[in-house]
């Protein structure tokens, strides 16, 4: 039995059933998935009627024209190309698209460009992971991010929506996938330039650039396919303690070429020096002694930095900081960004030094107290500190002046009388001396009193004899009192003319000895006695009196006569 579709095709004329159903459903071969030229005959609400030749007229979606919002960008009687994607539908139109017929026009462009390794213009138009999308005229594309520019793009929004040239790198129309690269074409481009520009590159030259990257010691500029070093110093003549105060990544700056190796291609570069030298005239705007209020700008353990007006910056020595604070480092005295007052001491152009006095601009402390306290008048103030050889005492809140050990007491010694004194302790005292060069006030709190030795003093000669009183007795000498109040010492030698009596030890403490006066100290209150001395004068006036080197007599016989004598008269 025959089949019915041999019957159908017998029914037919032998003619193929499957072609023919094939055209009344919409599925001829011969026009499905082609690009066809086509006019437009009117347009509707939705769809742009079409004329593309065939029995049936085609419609093409208004969408396909324009975004949301927008008039589509179509009129009736424009030609245009459009891709048929089904033949008719149920409604007998002819199913158009305008954005296929685009992207095949373009898939075949593409595909040439990318075999003769051409550049192709897209423009980036969306996000995805890992990258953007870019239409390429219809076709489009995956830009990765690495691929997006030469370095890593912060942000990408001014590239968006910007026609712009791209390096196809694959592509497979089978699974519609193209990658391209911006980096590629910047790459080359940056490469036709470098070397555009080496060779024309000369010392002095000013340059356009931006800022690459930024270093502790510097920034580096890209100069259009070459980098050039913008050393910290060379960017302002200000002080600049780091580049990111001035600079930053992506930031336009104009530079000049100071340095150029063309063995190394190294490049150096400068911005300040496109600005006038504040160095210039500092020495007539800034002789010694004037004074300048200025801003710290750095602070070193051997003193600060002030900045007179941008680019100029002179040193105040730690010794020009503070009349009183000595051994203080700068940072307790001064801050950064402080406004302070300085005077000029010196200025060197030629070094680009200005020496700075922060202490001159101030009344000298020594100076103001002379001024105020004459010496012999009486002060008064806090023990701010006890050492081994004294006390110093607060006079003002910048300045101590000293009493030393010596200037406690008339009577006791200077260990015993600092032991009556604690700091904090409020005592009254004298000036004795004021050298304002030397920073130093002396001050004595015995000579509130008057010495009780004066008298005693004023009344003892040297060469007189007087009755002493040992109060100590010490190998070298034995230690005395005259009068009660004076001091005296004996040497051992000078314990008694004959060498075997030399002994300190033959006297006792409270023992009275007759002892004359060698030397009288009228500063230290002290008086250096010998005994020995008295007697050999004794013995001279004794042979003077009793007898002579003529008379026969033994010296024995004469002081021994004249001993007798002394004692009957007593």
């Given at each position: 039995?025959?089949?019915?579709?041999?019957?159908?095709?017998?029914?037919?004329?032998?003619?193929?059933?499957?072609?023919?159903?094939?055209?009344?459903?919409?599925?001829?071969?011969?026009?499905?998935?082609?690009?066809?030229?086509?006019?437009?005959?009117?347009?509707?609400?939705?769809?742009?009627?079409?004329?593309?030749?065939?029995?049936?007229?085609?419609?093409?979606?208004?969408?396909?024209?324009?975004?949301?919002?927008?008039?589509?960008?179509?009129?009736?009687?424009?030609?245009?190309?459009?891709?048929?994607?089904?033949?008719?539908?149920?409604?007998?139109?002819?199913?158009?698209?305008?954005?296929?017929?685009?992207?095949?026009?373009?898939?075949?462009?593409?595909?040439?460009?990318?075999?003769?390794?051409?550049?192709?213009?897209?423009?980036?138009?969306?996000?995805?992971?890992?990258?953007?999308?870019?239409?390429?005229?219809?076709?489009?594309?995956?830009l990765p991010g690495s691929q997006v520019d030469i370095r890593p793009v912060r942000d990408v929004g001014p590239l968006m929506g910007v026609?712009?040239?791209?390096?196809?790198?694959?592509?497979?129309?089978?699974?519609?996938?193209?990658?391209?690269?911006?980096?590629?074409?910047?790459?080359?481009?940056?490469?036709?330039?470098?070397?555009?520009?080496?060779?024309?590159?000369?010392?002095?030259?000013?340059?356009?650039?931006?800022?690459?990257?930024?270093?502790?010691?510097?920034?580096?500029?890209?100069?259009?396919?070459?980098?050039?070093?913008?050393?910290?110093?060379?960017?302002?003549?200000?002080?600049?303690?780091?580049?990111?105060?001035?600079?930053?990544?992506?930031?336009?700056?104009?530079?000049?070429?100071?340095?150029?190796?063309?063995?190394?291609?190294?490049?150096?570069?400068?911005?300040?020096?496109?600005?006038?030298?504040?160095?210039?005239?500092?020495?007539?705007?800034?002789?010694?002694?004037?004074?300048?209020?200025?801003?710290?700008?750095?602070?070193?353990?051997?003193?600060?930095?002030?900045?007179?007006?941008?680019?100029?910056?002179?040193?105040?020595?730690?010794?020009?900081?503070?009349?009183?604070?000595?051994?203080?480092?700068?940072?307790?005295?001064v801050a950064t960004s402080q406004e302070v007052d300085v005077m000029v001491l010196d200025v060197d152009s030629g070094k680009r030094r200005?020496?700075?006095?922060?202490?001159?601009?101030?009344?000298?402390?020594?100076?103001?107290?002379?001024?105020?306290?004459?010496?012999?008048?009486?002060?008064?103030?806090?023990?701010?500190?006890?050492?081994?050889?004294?006390?110093?005492?607060?006079?003002?809140?910048?300045?101590?002046?000293?009493?030393?050990?010596?200037?406690?007491?008339?009577?006791?010694?200077?260990?015993?009388?600092?032991?009556?004194?604690?700091?904090?302790?409020?005592?009254?005292?004298?000036?004795?001396?004021?050298?304002?060069?030397?920073?130093?006030?002396?001050?004595?709190?015995?000579?509130?009193?008057?010495?009780?030795?004066?008298?005693?003093?004023?009344?003892?000669?040297?060469?007189?004899?007087?009755?002493?009183?040992?109060?100590?007795?010490?190998?070298?000498?034995?230690?005395?009192?005259?009068?009660?109040?004076?001091?005296?010492?004996?040497?051992?030698?000078?314990?008694?003319?004959?060498?075997?009596?030399?002994?300190?030890?033959?006297?006792?403490?409270?023992?009275?000895?007759?002892?004359?006066?060698?030397?009288?100290?009228?500063?230290?209150?002290?008086?250096?006695?010998?005994?020995?001395?008295?007697?050999?004068?004794?013995?001279?006036?004794?042979?003077?009196?009793?007898?002579?080197?003529?008379?026969?007599?033994?010296?024995?016989?004469?002081?021994?006569?004249?001993?007798?004598?002394?004692?009957?008269?007593?």
């Amino acid at each position: 039995m025959a089949s019915a579709t041999t019957q159908t095709a017998d029914h037919f004329g032998g003619e193929d059933f499957a072609s023919l159903l094939d055209e009344t459903l919409g599925r001829d071969t011969g026009f499905d998935g082609s690009v066809v030229s086509g006019r437009v005959i009117r347009l509707t609400d939705e769809f742009a009627i079409v004329d593309v030749g065939l029995k049936s007229e085609g419609r093409v979606s208004l969408k396909e024209f324009g975004p949301p919002g927008v008039a589509p960008d179509v009129k009736p009687g424009d030609v245009i190309e459009l891709y048929v994607e089904r033949y008719e539908d149920r409604d007998g139109l002819i199913v158009l698209s305008r954005e296929k017929a685009r992207r095949e026009e373009a898939w075949t462009s593409l595909e040439k460009a990318f075999e003769g390794n051409q550049r192709v213009n897209g423009t980036i138009y969306g996000r995805v992971k890992g990258g953007f999308t870019v239409d390429l005229g219809g076709a489009m594309a995956f830009l990765p991010g690495s691929q997006v520019d030469i370095r890593p793009v912060r942000d990408v929004g001014p590239l968006m929506g910007v026609p712009q040239p791209f390096q196809i790198l694959k592509m497979d129309r089978a699974r519609g996938n193209i990658v391209v690269s911006r980096r590629a074409v910047l790459e080359e481009t940056r490469a036709e330039q470098r070397s555009e520009l080496i060779q024309g590159l000369k010392e002095g030259m000013i340059l356009d650039g931006v800022v690459k990257n930024i270093t502790d010691y510097g920034a580096f500029v890209d100069l259009g396919g070459v980098d050039g070093l913008l050393h910290v110093t060379d960017i302002a003549w200000k002080r600049i303690n780091h580049p990111s105060e001035a600079l930053q990544i992506g930031q336009p700056v104009r530079v000049q070429v100071i340095r150029f190796n063309s063995d190394t291609q190294r490049i150096s570069l400068g911005m300040k020096q496109l600005e006038a030298d504040p160095w210039e005239n500092v020495a007539i705007k800034y002789p010694p002694g004037a004074r300048y209020t200025g801003r710290v700008t750095n602070i070193t353990d051997y003193g600060a930095f002030v900045e007179l007006e941008p680019g100029v910056e002179g040193l105040v020595h730690v010794s020009e900081m503070s009349w009183t604070k000595k051994n203080v480092h700068p940072g307790k005295i001064v801050a950064t960004s402080q406004e302070v007052d300085v005077m000029v001491l010196d200025v060197d152009s030629g070094k680009r030094r200005i020496s700075l006095g922060l202490k001159q601009v101030q009344r000298n402390p020594w100076e103001l107290f002379a001024e105020e306290h004459k010496v012999g008048s009486i002060v008064e103030g806090e023990i701010r500190n006890i050492t081994e050889f004294g006390l110093f005492v607060g006079l003002s809140a910048d300045i101590d002046g000293m009493v030393h050990m010596s200037d406690l007491s008339w009577d006791e010694t200077g260990e015993a009388a600092m032991a009556h004194y604690e700091k904090g302790q409020v005592v009254q005292a004298k000036v004795l001396d004021i050298d304002v060069e030397k920073e130093r006030i002396s001050l004595g709190i015995k000579q509130l009193q008057d010495d009780p030795a004066a008298d005693a003093l004023g009344k003892v000669q040297k060469g007189a004899v007087v009755t002493c009183i040992v109060t100590a007795v010490q190998s070298n000498g034995i230690e005395v009192k005259v009068d009660d109040v004076l001091t005296g010492f004996i040497r051992r030698a000078e314990l008694a003319r004959d060498k075997a009596d030399q002994r300190p030890e033959r006297f006792a403490v409270g023992e009275r000895v007759d002892a004359k006066v060698v030397t009288v100290d009228r500063a230290a209150r002290k008086l250096a006695l010998t005994i020995r001395g008295r007697e050999v004068e004794e013995d001279k006036q004794a042979i003077n009196e009793y007898g002579s080197s003529d008379s026969g007599a033994s010296l024995g016989d004469i002081l021994g006569a004249a001993i007798r004598r002394r004692n009957s008269e007593g």
